[in-house]
């Protein structure tokens, strides 16, 4: 699971750094933001076997 979050950050920091010359810290922090919300649901879901109520 911290692969894919990680991986996520990654690409998501790579894309405003070519695209808009964003500086490294903000495209790290931008990063993180947006991949959270996957990489929750992923742990949820399949590492802890949650199910949501009904």
């Known amino acids: ?3 894919t979050g990680n991986k996520g ?4 920091q790579l894309l405003p750094l070519a695209t808009f010359e964003v500086s490294p810290l903000s495209g790290t922090i931008v990063g993180a933001v947006a991949t ?3 990489a929750y649901v992923i742990s949820i879901k399949y590492v802890w076997k949650a199910n ?3």
Do not use: A, E, L
């Open 36 to 38: 959270y919300p996957v």
């Open 9 to 12: 950050i990654v690409v998501v």
């Open 52 to 54: 949501p109520p009904r």
């Open 1 to 3: 699971m911290s692969g």
